[in-house]
């Protein structure tokens, strides 16, 4: 027994449409995998629900960037203005000093120093005003 055509149209009940989303991002995303696989191409897959939530699929052994190089190269045609370059700058920009931040947090709860006398300096400074600090609050 096959299964019966249906109408393509938006789903109005919400949780049936959140199920249908479920089902059919997971089989698209496999037939995408597949034909990398099978015809040893490189796919590309992105999904934006309407909850705004972002889903994205490369094929193996690639990654979106890279296939977005590849697609400036063979087609002269850029998918991302100049606007957006310096804002994936600025990204990189922030998450490298996301992560100094982090190290520098690691270290301030003594965590991984494994640093000379000269690093230790200004840690041993801001523990010291801080503590300067909480105090004068404690007092008032």
Same mark, same amino acid.
């Given at each position: 027994m096959g299964r019966g055509k249906i109408e393509i149209k938006k789903i109005e009940n +919400? %949780?049936?449409? /959140?199920? +249908?989303?479920a089902k059919r991002k997971a089989g *698209?995303? @496999? @037939? /995408? @995998?597949? *034909?990398? #696989?099978l015809c040893d191409v490189k796919v590309s897959l992105i999904i934006v629900s309407g909850s705004g939530k972002m889903d994205a699929m490369c094929s193996p052994d690639n990654s979106? %960037? +890279?296939?977005?190089e590849e697609y400036h190269k063979h087609s002269k045609e850029k998918l991302w203005p100049a606007k957006h370059e310096n804002l994936h700058n600025? *990204?990189?920009?922030v998450k490298k000093e996301n992560e100094n931040m982090v190290i520098e947090l690691r270290h301030l709860?003594?965590?991984? #120093?494994?640093l000379n006398h000269y690093e230790l300096i200004p840690i041993e400074e801001a523990l010291e005003n801080g503590l300067i600090s909480v105090r004068a609050r404690k007092a008032s």
């Open positions: +919400t %949780s049936n449409r /959140a199920v +249908t989303y *698209i995303f @496999k @037939k /995408a @995998k597949e *034909i990398a #696989i979106l %960037s +890279t296939i977005c600025e *990204i990189e920009m709860n003594g965590q991984d #120093i494994n």
